[in-house]
C-alpha cells in the first residue's frame, strides 16, 4: 500500500524552528517529484515546496524563502522540511504529497508564543 | 501566474447529480488543472486532471466512474453522479505555472460540498 507519513509538528514559539519528516512507502519514492502543502485552520490549500527526484532542483513559495529547506534522502525513502525563523501565519497541518499518487496525513504546526 | 477560483460552497441530494467548478484568471484557457478530494479530517487525494480536452492521464486511485471531469474556456468542471454521503468533501483544484526558479503552484479556494 502507498504511503506517506509526516512527523514533527508540534508547538513551537515565533523565531524559532521545527524539522518535519515524511516517511514513504509503497511506492518507487526516488522516481517522483516530492511536495510540501500546507493548510491553515478553515483555509485552503497553499503550496510550500518542491524538490526534483535526486534534489537537485528546488522551489519555494515566496513567503518561506529563506526561511524552509526541502530536501530528501532517497536511501530512506523519507523527505524532510527544515522550517526556521518561524512566524505566527506559518500554523497549519503540513502535508507531504507526491501530488498524483498519495498525500500524508498530514501534521500540525502551531507557532504560538 | 493563475488565479483559480471556486465558489465556497454547493450541495446535493442523495443519488443526485452535481457539478462544481474551478475558473482559471483569463489568458490561462490552456492550463490543465487537478482536481483533489479532501474527506473531513483528512489529507487531500488526486481525483484526476483536466484540461479543455477533458480528462489528462488516469484517475486517482479509487476514484469512481461516477467522478467525470470537463474543460471549456477558463472553467474546469468536476461532475459527481449519483451521490454518495462518502462524497461529502472539500474538493480544491489546483495548477502549476512557470517552471525553474519561476515555478508555482497555486490553488483554489475550494469547494465544499454538503450531501443532503
Known amino acids: 500500500e502507498v504511503q506517506l507519513v509526516e512527523s514533527g509538528g508540534g508547538l513551537v514559539q515565533p523565531g524559532g524552528s521545527l524539522r518535519l519528516s515524511c516517511a514513504a512507502s509503497g511506492f518507487t519514492f526516488s522516481s517522483y517529484w516530492m511536495s510540501w502543502v500546507r493548510q491553515a485552520p478553515g483555509k485552503g490549500l497553499e503550496w510550500v515546496a518542491n524538490i526534483k527526484q535526486d534534489g537537485s532542483e528546488k522551489y519555494y513559495v515566496d513567503s518561506v524563502k529563506g526561511r524552509f529547506t526541502i530536501s530528501r534522502d532517497n536511501a530512506k525513502n523519507s523527505l524532510y522540511l527544515q522550517m526556521n525563523s518561524l512566524r505566527a501565519e506559518d500554523t497549519a497541518v503540513y502535508y507531504c504529497a507526491s501530488p498524483r499518487v498519495r498525500w500524508g496525513q498530514g501534521t500540525l504546526v502551531t507557532v504560538s508564543s | 501566474q493563475p488565479v483559480l477560483t471556486q465558489p465556497p460552497s454547493a450541495s446535493a441530494s442523495l443519488g443526485a447529480s452535481v457539478t462544481l467548478t474551478c475558473t482559471l484568471s483569463?489568458?490561462?484557457?490552456?492550463?490543465?488543472v487537478d482536481w483533489y478530494q479532501q474527506r473531513p479530517g483528512k489529507g487531500p487525494r488526486f481525483v484526476m486532471r483536466v484540461g479543455t480536452g477533458g480528462i489528462v492521464g488516469s484517475k486517482g486511485d479509487g476514484i469512481p466512474d461516477r467522478f467525470s471531469v470537463l474543460g471549456s474556456g477558463l472553467n474546469r468542471y468536476l461532475t459527481i453522479k449519483n451521490i454518495q454521503e462518502e462524497d461529502e468533501s472539500d474538493y480544491h483544484c489546483g495548477a502549476d505555472h512557470g517552471s525553474g526558479s519561476n515555478f508555482v503552484w497555486v490553488f483554489g479556494g475550494g469547494t465544499k460540498l454538503t450531501v443532503l
Open positions: 483569463s489568458g490561462y484557457s490552456n492550463y490543465k
